[in-house]
Structures are given as structure tokens and as C-alpha cells.
């Protein structure tokens, strides 16, 4: 792993284009693997003939591209439900003559429906995580797993999956939009005003939760406000809640008086909050800042701690977003086009999150799938269980994601994903689904070009795999691999196979 932040780094400072000539297969492989999962040989290839300009727009222009939106309804949205007027009445009289029979039944079916309520989100999650998985338009995927990570909601504190999948379908149908309707859709959100107490902020009781995470986490940053806007954010989202399943403005319960917040008065609310937030400088740098660290490189939130080449190209990308109106493609654009993204300090410099490492191994290495049910419990297990973040700030990312425990979890799920065994307790377990290996050896797979020696095939494997191709690498894992075989060993499926566990066992297979 490379000691990032033990030394001096230095970058380009340009957010002007790559040149087409500048653009190859090292470079299409860190587009896909940053703006998306990662991809095939084949997809990589394409890529670099494409050049930059198309193939960043093929990706960032992914509303042309048909999605299979299957199931989109498949999920029940009145599993917990409000109780009917009947049944508040039911309950009440239950109550006044201590009727314990009625109250018993209501809660055995509370408790039910809080059951099935789990069971669906276990299946929410296995659907986004396949979604992930199989999508044409890996940067919609990457966007909405961004905003979850930004706008962290956990379903531990919502219970209720629906309100989860709804949240997450606002995420996607806005992820290259406008970060105004974004802002605008969190603070109206059932799942998001349910996690921070917003339908307790009452005029007479103001909770600060919704409006001190929208100032410090989702929009302006630490220290680019004050208590006094904090508490005056809060009365301005009073009476912000939801009923069932849709936000629910009540207005009994909300402020009606002047406020001042962040150098506005008057009668504001959590709708003219959100334009009052995008008028502070401060907004587009930090939005600008989390985008950086997620598609680019982790560097600290604190501009002074940042080197002179990434500060420099991060404040042309804030005054662009800022100047765009906050319109969030243009910037992805023109980050992804840069000289700057291409630059050398930041291919290979990032840990792949658990999402990152298995669903980037799925589509990368053409492997199946086997059971959806043990890659999402794998990647609870390295940390990062989708529509469950640990806190309100999300993920921490970095090397957070690495320890000895996470290690070993990431390398055995590599090992099933790649040959079946998945090891428990005393047993080895065994999915029988077939890996074609040989299908990744771009040699084997070309007309004309079918005798390759296996150093070629293992370096191929190892550009793929990590991205470069060192002889020591390639030596070490054609010995490894071949065994006491002799040349042409290669040519078997089980080697390759072989050789694909040694290469994602490799601590480069760790980055993007």
C-alpha cells in the first residue's frame, strides 16, 4: 500500500482536458474503475480507442442508455403503516378497560410486521447490490452509492425499508442533477426526517438534528457556521414531517416567526433554506471536496493539509460548480475529462471499498455471482453494509476499510467468487457454477492471434487484474500457478484460475 500523506506529493494543477494521445489503457481502466465498478479487457480497450472526450460521455450521458428498471414496484410500501382511525379507536378503548387481549394482538402483529419489514430489507439491499452488479450505466450507481454515503440513513434508526428504497430511488433520479433538489429532497424525505428526529421539531421544542447535519454535514462543512444558524436552521424545518409515506407539512407545528440564518431573515422555512445555503461559498467547496475524495483521491477535508496541485484544480472545480448554479454533471465532466484526474499521484491511489472490490470484481472478471446472499453479508463483514452506515457521517472510507479481520474476509470472498470454496468452520463448501477463466486471455479470444506463451496469458491476467504487468509479478505468479507444469499450462482453465487468486490476493488488487 502506498504511504499516502508521508510525503510531499506534487500534481498537475490542470482541470483542462487529457489530450487523446495521453489517453490509453492505464488511463481507461482508471476512468471505469473511478466512474464506475471497473470493466472487462474488452471494455478497457474500447475505451482507449474511443479516447477521453467520448468515453467520459458515454458515461456521464447515461440517461440514454436503457436501464432495466424491473421490480422497480416489487417492494410493499404499507408494510409498517400507520394504524387506521378503526384501529387508534380499537386500541384506546383497549387501553381505557384494560382490555389485554386487544393490546397483545396489536402488538403480536406490530411484531410481525417488523419481521417482514427486515426481510424486505435484506432484500432491498441484495437488489441494489445486483442493480450495482448488472447496470449499463455504472456511473448512476456510483453517484447514488456517493449521495447515500453523503446523505447517511440508516435503516436502524428508520424502520421501515420502504421509506429506505424510496430515499435510495430519489438518490439515483438525482444523482446528476441539481444538488438544490437534492438538498430540497433530504429535508423532505420520510426516511432522512424520521433518522433525525425532524418529525419531533416543534415550535414550541425545536430539534437541532435535521438542521445541524444539513449546515455541517451535507452542505457547508464544519466551521463555515454558527450555533445561532444552527438553532436557527431548526426552527425554520419545524412542522417538517411525514405521514405513511409522504412528507407532511404541518403547520400548527412550525415557526411562523422571522428568523436569521447564515445573513438572511425573514419568515424563512425548509423550502427558501435551501437557497439560502447555496448562497455561502462555502457550500460548493465542500461539495466539491467530497466528490474529490470519493472519485479522485482521500485527502483531508482541510484545504491547508492539501497539495498545492490538487487545491489548486479542487477551487477551479468549486468556482465552476458554484458558477454552474450547482448543476452537478458539467463538474463531473470536467473532472473526469482532466489532465489532473489522469494524473500518476492519483491512479492506484485509492483503498476500494468493499462495494468497490466485489462488485468491481463481478464485472471486471466476468465471475458469477453464486450467492447474492453471501457477497452482501461479506461486505457487512468488511464494513460497508448498504442502507446501514454506521453513523449519520457515513462511511469513513480510507483505511478505515482495512485490518487484519477485513483482510481476511476480503481475500476468502475473492477466493469464492473466483472458484466456489467458501470455507466454514470444518466444512469446505463448493458452488459448482463454472468461472471461464480463458475467457479473460484476450490472446486465446482473438482471431490470428491464438498461441500465446503462458508469460504472455499471466501478463495480460496481471494488466487486467492490477492494471501493470512487472516481470517479478509476472514470474512469481506463472510459478506459482504452473506448479511443476511445463509450458502450456496456461491453456488450462483451473490454472488461470489459480492465477486470478494470486493476483487479488496482491495488496495492488486492494486499489483503484
Not at 465471475?367 to 446501514?388: H, K, N, W, Y
Not at 477485513?406 to 458452488?431: C, E, H, W
Request: proline share 4%; glycine share 8%.
Amino acid at each position: 500500500m502506498p504511504a499516502l500523506g508521508t510525503k510531499p506529493v506534487k500534481t498537475t494543477d490542470s482541470i483542462a482536458a487529457i489530450k487523446s494521445e495521453d489517453f490509453g489503457y492505464t488511463e481507461a481502466r482508471h476512468l471505469l474503475l473511478r466512474a464506475g465498478f471497473g470493466g472487462t479487457d474488452e471494455q478497457i480497450r474500447t475505451l482507449a480507442r474511443w479516447g477521453p472526450e467520448k468515453s467520459v460521455d458515454h458515461l456521464v450521458n447515461y440517461s440514454k442508455i436503457k436501464a432495466d428498471d424491473a421490480g422497480a414496484d416489487a417492494f410493499k410500501e404499507d408494510i409498517i403503516r400507520p394504524l387506521t382511525r378503526e384501529e387508534r379507536q380499537r386500541v384506546n378503548k383497549a387501553r381505557e378497560t384494560g382490555d389485554e387481549d386487544t393490546l397483545a394482538q396489536y402488538r403480536t402483529e406490530r411484531q410481525r410486521r417488523q419481521r417482514e419489514d427486515r426481510r424486505q430489507m435484506r432484500d432491498i439491499q441484495r437488489t441494489w447490490i445486483t442493480r450495482m452488479i448488472e447496470s449499463p450505466r455504472p456511473l448512476e450507481e456510483k453517484m447514488t452509492l456517493f449521495w447515500h454515503g453523503h446523505f447517511a440513513t440508516s435503516f436502524r434508526g428508520v424502520e421501515d425499508s420502504y421509506h429506505m428504497y424510496a430515499q435510495n430511488r430519489m438518490f439515483r433520479g438525482n444523482a446528476m442533477g441539481n444538488l438544490g433538489d437534492l438538498l430540497l429532497g433530504i429535508v423532505r424525505d420520510p426516511a432522512m426526517l424520521k433518522y433525525l428526529n425532524n418529525n419531533q421539531n416543534r415550535k414550541d421544542s425545536p430539534n437541532e438534528n435535521l438542521g445541524r447535519e444539513l449546515l455541517e454535514l451535507f452542505s457547508l462543512g464544519e466551521g463555515n457556521y454558527t450555533e445561532k444558524d444552527i438553532k436557527e436552521a431548526a426552527r425554520t424545518l419545524t412542522g417538517f414531517t411525514f405521514e405513511d409515506n409522504d412528507f407532511r407539512f404541518n403547520r400548527n407545528q412550525h415557526d411562523q416567526g422571522s428568523k436569521f440564518v447564515l445573513g438572511s431573515s425573514g419568515n424563512i422555512d425548509g423550502n427558501s433554506l435551501i437557497p439560502v445555503i447555496l448562497k455561502q461559498e462555502a457550500c460548493a467547496l465542500f461539495i466539491v471536496l467530497k466528490l474529490y475524495r470519493f472519485f479522485v483521491r482521500d485527502i483531508p477535508m482541510d484545504l491547508s493539509a492539501i497539495d498545492t496541485g490538487s487545491r489548486k484544480a479542487i477551487l477551479r472545480l468549486a468556482q465552476m460548480f458554484r458558477r454552474g448554479n450547482y448543476e452537478i454533471k458539467p463538474v463531473i465532466r470536467k473532472l473526469l475529462l482532466s489532465k489532473h484526474f489522469y494524473d500518476p499521484i492519483n491512479t492506484g491511489s485509492k483503498i476500494k471499498s468493499p462495494c468497490e472490490l466485489l462488485i468491481g470484481s463481478v464485472r471486471s472478471l466476468q465471475v458469477p455471482v453464486r450467492d447474492i446472499g453471501i457477497v452482501t453479508e461479506a461486505m457487512e463483514l468488511m464494513g460497508q453494509s448498504v442502507f446501514l452506515p454506521p453513523s449519520v457521517k457515513g462511511w469513513d472510507g480510507g483505511r478505515s476499510w482495512i485490518n487484519t479481520s477485513t483482510m481476511f474476509v476480503r481475500q476468502n470472498t475473492l477466493i469464492y467468487l473466483l472458484t466456489g470454496a467458501l470455507p466454514t468452520r470444518s466444512l469446505l463448501l463448493k458452488d459448482r457454477a463454472y468461472f471461464d477463466a480463458l475467457a479473460l486471455v484476450p490472446s486465446l479470444n482473438t482471431p490470428g492471434d491464438s498461441d500465446p506463451s503462458d508469460e504472455q496469458i499471466v501478463r495480460e491476467l496481471a494488466m487486467v487484474t492490477l492494471g501493470q504487468a512487472g516481470d517479478d509479478v509476472v514470474d512469481s505468479v506463472l510459478s506459482g500457478a504452473r506448479g511443476s507444469r511445463g509450458e502450456g499450462a496456461m491453456r488450462s482453465n483451473e490454472v488461470v484460475v489459480r492465477a486470478l487468486v494470486m493476483l487479488t490476493s496482491m495488496p495492488e488488487y486492494q486499489l483503484c
